[in-house]
């Protein structure tokens, strides 16, 4: 497992092919292996594809702080630097769209293009409690009880793994992104998530919009391409990026929530490709 030691912190990558330079960034509660085992070899016949567990996910470190946007888009600006990338085409899912978007309103120059899939913008969106209060009752009566600590920020998973379960019975395909069950049956990433939200400073930090408003959205001239699913809970964040960003391109996909990337990762890099082909 390939390691580099950036910002005071030890982070977790890989890449596969060959070709320009093209980056996936997870969301919250997944780490890279959302992209490496199905979209990223899709992709790797054209590109040069780099993976990374974001600060506090998978296996890289947890830090006491850090967990604002800006500060995870640094994080990524820095692994660029460490493996000599210079520009690279960005692609963030949920809030790795965040963190890519903050990518691009930092440092222009270090995209080709801007790629979000089903994105989360705390400054577009704010979480609710009501909804989530809602949702705590959903998890009980799904048999799923054991995840309503997690933070509201986690909501997005939430809701497709109760969907899942209330529609087919089961939700194996999103359990998996939980990982192996110890010994006490207890799952690694749930975890790592009571960690991060008992143990640092990420609970305040995820929803911060700071260096992520309107004016540095607006601002983004990056050839940019909007992805998402039709019964997803962020569409109002794809509707006010419509309204800052003309020029951005959107699609939406109909029958699919908000982890489609996992569940049909063919059509997410069909319609990447279709848009990458133009630039």
Same mark, same amino acid.
């Given at each position: ?12 990558? !890989? /890449? $596969? *092919? ?9 969301? +919250? ?6 992209? #490496? ?87 577009? !969106? /704010? $979480? *609710? ?9 959903? +998890? ?6 054991? #995840? ?132």
């Amino acid at each position: 497992m390939p390691r580099v030691r950036i910002n005071g912190i030890s982070v977790h990558y !890989q /890449q $596969i *092919g060959q070709g320009p330079d093209l980056v996936l960034v997870h969301g +919250l509660f997944c780490n890279l292996a959302f992209w #490496y085992l199905t979209v990223a070899p899709m992709l790797a016949k054209r590109f040069r594809v780099t993976v990374y567990d974001l600060r506090g996910h998978g296996h890289t470190e947890c830090m006491p702080t850090g967990y604002r946007a800006i500060d995870l888009a640094d994080d990524l600006i820095a692994l660029l630097d460490h493996l000599g990338i210079a520009r690279a085409h960005l692609v963030g899912h949920s809030f790795g769209g965040a963190v890519t978007l903050a990518c691009a309103a930092r440092h222009p120059h270090r995209g080709a293009t801007l790629s979000l899939v089903d994105a989360w913008v705390p400054s577009l !969106q /704010q $979480i *609710g409690k009501a909804f989530w209060q809602a949702q705590r009752g959903r +998890l009980a009566a799904a048999g799923l009880k054991e #995840y309503d600590q997690l933070p509201r920020v986690a909501y997005g998973f939430i809701e497709e793994l109760i969907e899942h379960r209330e529609r087919d019975g089961a939700a194996a395909p999103l359990m998996s992104l939980l990982g192996p069950p110890d010994i006490a049956g207890d799952s690694r990433r749930l975890k790592k998530w009571r960690q991060l939200v008992e143990q640092t400073s990420a609970t305040c930090d995820l929803p911060d919009g700071t260096g992520l408003g309107r004016t540095e959205i607006a601002a983004i001239a990056m050839p940019s391409f909007a992805l998402f699913g039709r019964r997803s809970r962020f569409l109002p964040t794809l509707l006010a990026l419509e309204t800052l960003m003309p020029s951005l391109t959107s699609r939406t996909i109909a029958n699919a929530g908000h982890l489609f990337p996992l569940l049909q990762p063919m059509l997410l890099v069909e319609h990447i490709d279709g848009f990458l082909a133009d630039h």
